[in-house]
T-cell receptor, first 111, second 111 residues
Framework: NAGVMQNPRHLVRRRGQEARLRCSPM?????VYWYRQLPEEGLKFMVY????????ESGMPKERFSAEFPKEGPSILRIQQVVRGDSAAYFC?????????FGSGTRLTVV | GENVEQHPSTLSVQEGDSAVIKCTYS??????FPWYKQELGKRPQLIID?????GEKKDQRIAVTLNKTAKHFSLHITETQPEDSAVYFC??????????FGSGTQLTVLP
């Protein structure tokens, strides 16, 4: 079992570009969560998805951010027109029921 | 929604001493309380969890206690070692929704 796979590990984008972060959950896990972590801060919930459904997106900024978890393929967190304040580590976690397993994260740097 | 508060934000102990981190939660529907350890630049990793049908759980040098009436739970680490130095996060949630994390405790074990 390969665990939760996130890619890329590091992503550098210029202001105004788009960032696409990918997450493949553990085998058998149907729940995917995205969290954002700013340097020396906690894990802030963004969105909770199941296959083809957004269950809770209450933590997602209203503009520029979107997420999906299609029937086939990884979950995608998409940030359009990135700004410097989007620089952070983005962690994906998956679960079957309770108990998250986190991926290694994508560290987004906006220059 | 759920609100989790964690104290202290930083904690320094001498090697061999005990460390205690405390969390409170607000939503009485929460029934699952995990603790995660995050080393610098790494992913959060589950170290112990407790469900609301038990009051205490122990795994070697780590124990967690839960007081449902008061809505608080604590992490206890005994005989601390330098490799215990990390950021520790508590969380609260249930199978119906995502975990809400505390703001983290930076634990430093001094040799």
């Amino acid at each position: 079992n390969a665990g939760v796979m996130q890619n890329p590990r590091h992503l550098v984008r210029r202001r105004g570009q788009e960032a696409r972060l990918r997450c493949s959950p553990m085998k058998g896990h149907s729940h995917v969560y995205w969290y954002r972590q700013l340097p020396e801060e906690g894990l802030k919930f963004m969105v909770y998805l199941q296959k083809e459904n957004i269950i809770d997106e209450s933590g997602m900024p209203k503009e520029r951010f979107s997420a999906e978890f299609p029937k086939e393929g990884p979950s995608i967190l998409r940030i359009q027109q990135v700004v410097r304040g989007d620089s952070a580590a983005y962690f994906c976690a998956s679960s079957r029921d309770l108990g998250y397993t986190f991926g290694s994260g994508t560290r987004l740097t906006v220059v | 929604g759920e609100n989790v508060e964690q104290h202290p934000s930083t904690l320094s102990v001498q090697e061999g001493d005990s460390a205690v981190i405390k969390c409170t939660y607000s939503d009485s529907a929460s029934n699952y309380f995990p603790w995660y350890k995050q080393e610098l630049g790494k992913r959060p990793q589950l170290i112990i969890d407790i469900r609301s049908n038990v009051g205490e759980k122990k795994d070697q040098r780590i124990a967690v206690t839960l007081n449902k009436t008061a809505k608080h739970f604590s992490l206890h680490i005994t005989e601390t070692q330098p490799e215990d130095s990390a950021v520790y996060f508590c969380a609260a949630g249930s199978s119906a929704r995502q975990l809400t994390f505390g703001s983290g405790t930076q634990l430093t074990v001094l040799p």
